[in-house]
């Protein structure tokens, strides 16, 4: 079961989340990193980055966040992502 998989669902029912997306790399055969879900809505992200929008990013430090860190560059433009760290709106919690 997901971790607190109710309450984000809820969230997401209620609209507090505009979306939800997962990434489980461990589910064979159609396991999905967080970069790969970076890179196929960079669009969106880069208008809710426009509007505002705040990146957080939980998980393995050696595995899974420099991958993202990419992704994100690669997505939004080295300076972009540089200037939401600044501004606070890049936070990461990894371990």
Request: glycine share 10%.
């Amino acid at each position: 079961a997901l971790h607190f998989g109710k309450e984000l669902e809820t969230w997401r029912a209620r609209g507090e989340l505009a979306r939800l997306d997962l990434a489980f790399s461990r589910d064979a055969p159609t396991g999905r990193y967080v970069q790969h879900l970076v890179a196929d809505t960079a669009a969106t992200m880069r208008e809710w980055i426009a509007q505002g929008a705040a990146i957080y990013v939980c998980g393995s430090l050696q595995g899974m966040a420099p991958g993202v860190d990419a992704a994100l560059v690669e997505a939004l433009g080295a300076q972009a992502v540089e200037q939401l760290r600044i501004e606070g709106r890049y936070r990461r919690d990894v371990y």
